[in-house]
């Protein structure tokens, strides 16, 4: 048996021959393979678990890619077979080829066969149910093709969140051959249709479905497996395959769904956390094969014609992808009581642990939350919890299921059986006690669960009045608020109204005294100016009388003038010398007038040409402060290399000097050496031809020396030469860049400040906006105040003019009421004072506390956040141990019910309440006689019988079989 595990997608890939049409056309085979796994396709290599070539037989591909996933399915694992590919490119001969032909028969039909093999060599003591459904995704909806009237079957999920197909019909098989008729039948309803690439194009998705049921009669171990067999529609090209009508509304469809698939293919390798199952009904069927629990084979069909070589290569790469993709398979078991018990037993202790852990950390974040500080020792440590709840979970996950005892060889005595039969019924009437106490507590349970559903019924409700209630509570609150804000404004009105009054009261006092003090003033006016008009009018009587006097005598006058003119004749001439003056005035004034335009005018001249003047003094400025800064630069050069140049001279004769020094240790060596030879030939004169030698080829020695010294010293200075050059280009160098460097240093700097200033600026700017606005808004709430005020003064004014009349009409009867007034604002003024007191008192203790508070609100606020980040850390654990209960509770749920209706369906089973509809299959049997072949009821074993109350198929050999069965 397979172990449980992660595995890949297996992906097989299949070459059909060339067709006639394509032999005809003269098409190329395009496809080289390299191996069993490895096909090129245009100089591109591609690798799978399998490549099969044209010759490949049914026989071939069967073995290869379906006959190990039969064998996981009996063994309660869940598989996958789907063909994908091209249309035309042998999806339906691979998946089904001839039925009914031993060499030309596809994956189904060898499937159906080998099943029943297999369960034919297993062990006695298991029995089998098998069901299947056959269905087809047509236009993206589901059809039953074994019940043509149910069109539009929608897809669901059991209580394992795995999908299943709701409504659709699921037929009970005991034999390959009533399969092999199901599919014909299922077969005959399924939509083809004629096109350019194919004469029998599948036109829809065909699914098959085999569900195995086993069951271990001693052991009572159940195992399921479910094998989907999957026919896809292939995809189209309708320049190709000429489709018109309702074929291509069809090949839109199948495009649609293939898009959906190859969508979901991409989302699965590429590791995506969202995965869209839902875009099709075919993807939502697959979901559970493509990359849940399920053993999956996907054999891609190809043509390898150099016609479609776009789509061959376009499948090539759907494959690859595939490939990538794992699945997690795990063993599909029901357990046993006794197992169950374990698991319930272990489930409890991590129950327990988890609850110790929540009770533990709501402890500790109710310490935090009431502002007490938990050491370390007292915290919760989670990696310890974790490691428990980890290690508790491994214990579960490492349980396998019990296998079944075998005793081969061991024959029973009489004795021994009689007491085995006794002990089996003593535990099966055990079983049936606990059956019944199952059923009475699950009944319990459930009386127990309506109670509490009751209970979290009135719960809610209470819980919603109390919501409601808080929340009309609030809505109360803020409207008290609300109101008392009101109050608090209308007194402050009316506070400001009461001192308007009387500061209004007082000045229509001090009015109404002025008033009198006028009236009595205009009184006297009044009367002193009867006088003054009666005197008036007596001084214009005596101005008419003067006035008629006066005409008389100018009159009298004038006539005396024009007849003196007559006589003398002079005044023409005395006009004539006064315009005379007159001219000579103007003559001299329009003189200083034009000599005031010149001087204006030369003036303005001057003024243009200063102006000229001072432009091209600045310009000349800045030209000779760009050329000052220049010569600087020039110079700070300058004294750089002269700088560097000293140096370089100091470094000149240190090295001059040290040369010299050689020179001389060097000519006081010669001396010692020619010191030496000398004594020597004085010592050796008899070999004087030696010596001679000798000296000769010391002679020649040191010349050598000398010459190699000199040119050593040559090449030494020539190097000293190029390093100082190379030495005084660097420095130049490094001072312009270090001059540069400064200036762009200094750039850098008023660019900077001049930044920070257009920042600086641009805060001010915003800030006087945000003062602005401000400003706005308070103006506005002011000139509504003062708009609220005026009004208030008007309607005052309104009423001081009718007090006011009212007082002068009857100024001696208000005296009395002025009093009474008095006293009664006196009164108000007093009690206002004593309120604006208390005010100001309770003004300066609340500023005092402000005080306080603002002083404690930094240290508060960082115990706070301490407080406030463990708290998070502590709600994240509790929510995470509240989550992790939640999680145990649910799965535990989930198998208490599945329990229940197992031990429901085997009571109902025991008492004969339903007639049984399933036909268990025996291993080491023959099937027996269905109603499509009738005469399979024969085989190696020999006759069968049937148990017609439950409707149970059994197959044996002799009589013992039967009483055994």
């Known amino acids: 048996m397979a172990d449980p595990a992660e595995c890949t997608i297996k992906v097989m890939c299949r070459f059909r021959p060339l067709n006639n049409a394509e032999v005809m056309r003269g098409d190329k085979y395009v496809a080289k393979f390299q191996g069993e796994d490895n096909v090129s396709i245009g100089g591109r290599p591609y690798m799978f678990d399998r490549v099969f070539q044209s010759n490949t037989t049914q026989e071939q591909v069967y073995n290869a890619c379906a006959q190990k996933i039969v064998k996981d399915v009996l063994e309660g694992y869940n598989g996958t077979i789907f063909a994908y590919g091209q249309t035309s490119s042998g999806k339906t001969h691979t998946m089904e080829g001839n039925l009914h032909d031993t060499d030309g028969m596809g994956i189904i039909p060898r499937i159906v066969q080998d099943i029943f093999n297999y369960i034919y060599s297993m062990d006695e003591n298991l029995e089998f149910h098998i069901k299947v459904s056959y269905f087809e995704i047509y236009l993206d909806k589901i059809r039953d093709l074994l019940d043509v009237s149910k069109t539009n079957l929608s897809v669901h999920e059991d209580k394992n969140r795995v999908p299943y197909v709701k409504g659709c019909t699921e037929r009970f098989v005991c034999s390959p051959e009533e399969v092999m008729d199901t599919i014909d039948e299922g077969k005959s309803n399924r939509h083809v249709a004629v096109t350019n690439m194919n004469e029998h194009s599948s036109r829809s998705h065909s699914i098959f479905l085999i569900n195995v049921k086993q069951e271990n009669t001693q052991t009572e171990q159940k195992l399921s497996g479910k094998l989907y067999l999957v026919d896809l529609a292939g995809s189209e090209k309708v320049s190709k395959t000429g489709a018109e009508g309702a074929v291509l509304d069809e090949a839109k469809n199948i495009n649609k769904s293939l898009s959906s698939l190859g969508n979901v293919i991409s989302a699965l390798a590429e590791g ?129 299921p019990a296998s079944t005892p075998t005793v081969p060889g061991v024959r029973l005595t009489d004795a021994e059986k009689e007491k085995c039969e006794a002990e089996l019924t003593k535990l099966y009437k055990q079983l049936d006690d606990k059956d019944d106490e199952i059923n009475q507590q699950s009944q319990l349970a459930e009386k127990l669960k309506q109670q509490m559903l009751d209970q979290d019924e009135l719960l809610a409700s209470s819980r919603r009045d109390h919501d409601n209630l808080q929340a009309e509570l609030t809505r109360l609150q803020l409207e008290n608020d609300a109101s008392k804000e009101e109050v608090k404004e209308v007194l402050q009105a009316l506070e400001e109204l009461a001192v308007n009054y009387d500061q209004k009261s007082q000045e229509v006092e001090d009015k109404t005294r002025e008033f009198e003090a006028l009236s009595e003033e205009l009184n006297h006016k009044s009367t002193v100016l009867t006088s003054i008009d009666s005197e008036l009018q007596k001084l214009k009587e005596m101005t008419n009388h003067q006035k008629k006097r006066v005409t008389e005598m100018m009159s009298s006058l004038l006539k005396d003038l024009t007849e003196i003119g007559i006589a003398v004749g002079s005044n023409d001439i005395k006009q004539h010398e006064g315009s005379g003056l007159i001219d000579e005035e103007f003559t001299v004034a329009r003189l200083y007038i034009s000599k005031m335009k010149s001087e204006v005018k030369t003036m303005v001249k001057r003024c243009k040409q200063m102006e000229s003047t001072q432009t091209e003094s600045n310009k000349k400025m800045d030209e000779n402060e760009s050329e000052l800064a220049a010569c600087q630069l020039r110079i700070s050069q300058h004294e750089a290399k002269i700088k560097s140049l000293t140096e370089y001279l100091q470094n000149v004769e240190q090295k001059k000097r040290h040369l010299e020094e050689n020179v001389d240790s060097l000519n006081e060596e010669l001396v010692k050496i020619s010191a030496q030879e000398k004594v020597q030939a004085m010592e050796k004169e008899n070999e ?278």
Request: aromatic share 4%; net charge positive; with cysteine.
């Open 272 to 400: 995506s956390t969202y995965v869209p199952y839902r875009d099709s009904k075919m993807t939502r069927i697959l979901q559970d094969s493509l990359g849940g629990n399920c053993r999956t084979t996907i054999v891609i069909c190809c043509s390898p014609s150099s016609f479609n070589e776009a789509e061959t290569r376009s499948t090539l790469m759907f494959g690859q992808r595939a490939k990538t993709i794992k699945n997690t398979v795990c063993l599909n078991v029901e357990l046993t009581a006794e197992q169950w018990k374990k698991k319930y037993e272990r489930e409890k202790e991590k129950n327990k642990t988890l609850r110790s852990t929540v009770t533990w950390l709501e402890n500790e974040l109710n310490r935090w939350r009431s502002g007490e500080s938990v050491p370390l020792d007292e915290q919760f440590d989670k990696e310890k919890a974790n490691a428990e709840v980890l290690a508790l979970d491994n214990v579960v996950s490492n349980e396998k």
């Open 688 to 965: 004087m031809q030696t010596a001679n030698e000798v000296k000769d080829a010391v002679e020649k020695q040191i010349q050598g020396h000398r010459e190699a010294h000199q040119k050593q010293i040559s090449s030494l200075r020539d190097e000293l030469e190029k390093k100082e050059r190379l030495i005084t280009d660097l420095q130049d160098l490094n001072q312009k860049i270090m001059l540069e460097q400064e200036r762009l240093r200094l750039e850098h700097e008023k660019l900077k400040s001049t930044d920070q200033d257009k920042s600086r600026k641009l805060h001010e700017l915003t800030v006087m906006q945000d003062r602005r606005e401000q400003a706005r808004q308070d103006l506005k709430g002011l000139e509504e105040t003062v708009a609220k005020e005026l009004q208030t003064l008007h309607n005052l004014r309104k009423l001081f003019v009718q007090d006011l009349a009212t007082r002068v009409k009857k100024s001696a009867e208000m005296d009395s009421d002025d009093t009474g007034g008095s006293a009664a604002q006196k009164q108000k003024i007093s009690f206002l004072e004593n309120n604006l007191e208390q005010l100001t008192k309770v003004h300066k203790q609340l500023v005092r506390d402000n005080a306080d508070l603002r002083c404690e609100l930094p240290k508060l606020e960082k115990r706070l956040r301490a407080t406030a980040e463990r708290v998070k850390a502590l709600e994240s654990a509790l929510k995470e141990a509240k989550e992790n209960a939640a999680r145990d509770r649910k799965r535990y749920q989930q198998e208490v019910d599945r329990i229940k209706e197992a031990v429901r369906a085997k009571n109902m089973a025991r008492r004969g309440h339903s007639a049984q509809i399933a036909k268990p299959i025996r291993p080491g049997q023959p099937p027996v006689a269905s109603p499509t072949h009738p005469n399979v009821n024969r085989g190696a074993g020999g006759g069968f019988y049937q148990n017609s109350q439950s409707g149970t198929i059994r197959g044996g050999g002799s009589a013992k079989q039967e009483k055994n069965c």
